[in-house]
């Protein structure tokens, strides 16, 4: 139990350093896009991704 806890703690620690956090990208948040940018989804100043439709809201 130990080793797997271990395993996904340092999965976790190496991806988020790596900076690749997945993060949703609102309409608010988008920039034109380049030729050279992504080649799938939107462009924001941090990167590109998948563009979410609505944002939730705290009931």
Do not use: W
Request: proline share 5%.
């Amino acid at each position: 139990m130990q080793l797997s806890l271990l395993a996904i703690v340092a999965v976790v620690v190496s991806t988020v350093l790596a900076g690749v956090v997945i993060t949703p990208i609102f309409a608010d948040q988008v920039v034109e896009k380049a030729s050279n940018d992504c080649f799938f989804g939107v462009t924001t100043p941090s990167g590109c991704g998948p563009l979410r439709k609505t944002r939730k809201t705290a009931a």
